[in-house]
């Protein structure tokens, strides 16, 4: 599975992006899928995340500014980030997970970066 992630870029404080994550095959094949980003020198963390019944989890960070959402029918995950700060400055990655039996499959997009700096 591929997993192509966009609409990252450059952003003043208080504005707003969305990022898409389009997977190779169907979204419905996935269990979960979220976003992660990784700050330089810091660890990869997990942003937000949503199940194939359409649980939603998210950071402490930025619960309250960030929605995650599906389209099922575009077969795209999106990311709506608002009232972004400077910490949020990082790589994001798509992240889909399918379990088949009893094996699990991991599988990451390329990664996009956003920049939120005056």
């Known amino acids: 599975v591929q997993l192509q992630a966009s609409g990252g870029g450059l952003v003043q404080p208080g504005g707003s992006l969305r990022l898409s994550c389009a997977p190779s095959?169907?979204?419905?094949?996935?269990?979960?899928m979220g976003w992660y980003r990784q700050a330089p020198g810091k660890q990869r963390e997990l942003v937000a995340g949503?199940?194939?019944?359409?649980?939603?989890n998210y950071a402490d960070s930025v619960k309250g500014r960030f929605t995650i959402s599906r389209d099922n029918a575009k077969n795209t995950l999106y990311l709506h980030m608002n009232s972004l700060k400077p910490e949020d400055t990082a790589v994001y990655y798509c992240?889909?997970?399918?379990?088949?039996?009893?094996?699990?499959?991991?599988?990451w997009g390329q990664g996009t970066q956003v920049t939120v700096s005056s």
């Open positions: 095959e169907s979204i419905f094949s996935m269990n979960a």
């Open positions: 949503i199940t194939s019944g359409g649980s939603t």
């Open positions: 992240n889909a997970v399918r379990r088949v039996v009893n094996v699990v499959s991991d599988y």
